[in-house]
């Protein structure tokens, strides 16, 4: 999916209605009541005649351009869900694996698990990303900033820069 186009100069805040749902994660769900879902389930937004996914659509607004390869995958699996802390991005194909294979489902345990939010392509781009700061990092990944640092400093994911 190719990234929303006209947000820069043109933004116009959508009027978002949400109620709140409690979960299994630090932050309960916002269950989007302003805007109609799709047959998919995922509410959408109306921009540039595009209909981008509501969830995508406030990503991108909080943490800059999703790639064209990346899912925005649900902690909760809550598709009506737009609070941004629950979405985590990942390459495409990890994330259809770990639904197959039943690892998204550990999601729903909480956020205790950081590392495990992470993707070895998304590891690999925070490696190799010295522009950012590692708060930056962190809110665009998801993750503590500790779990950047422990990426970093080859703690984590070590083995991405020849292990240490
Ligand atoms: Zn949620
Ligand atoms: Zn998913």
């Given at each position: 999916m190719s990234p929303i186009r006209?947000?820069?100069?043109?933004f116009k805040p959508p009027e978002i209605e949400y109620r709140l749902e409690d979960g299994p994660l630090d932050s309960r769900c916002m269950i989007c009541t302003s805007h109609k879902p799709n047959s998919e389930g995922y509410p959408v937004v109306v921009r540039d005649r595009k209909q981008p996914h509501m969830h995508r659509y406030l990503y991108q607004l909080m943490y800059g351009e999703i790639f064209a390869d990346t899912d925005i995958h649900h902690l909760r699996k809550n598709?009506?869900?737009?609070?941004?802390?629950h979405l985590c991005a990942k390459g495409h194909g990890f994330h259809s694996q770990d639904h197959k294979s039943g690892v998204?489902?550990?999601?729903?345990?909480?956020?205790?698990?950081?590392?495990?939010?992470?993707?070895e392509l998304q590891a690999r781009a925070i490696l190799a990303d010295?522009?950012?700061?590692h708060r930056c990092l962190a809110n665009k990944y998801g993750v503590s900033q500790p779990a950047i640092s422990d990426i970093k400093s080859g703690k984590n994911w070590g083995f991405l820069s020849g292990g240490k």
């Open positions: 006209g947000i820069g100069g043109k598709r009506a869900c737009i609070n941004v802390e998204a489902r550990l999601d729903m345990r909480g956020s205790k698990h950081p590392m495990s939010k992470l993707t010295t522009e950012h700061t």
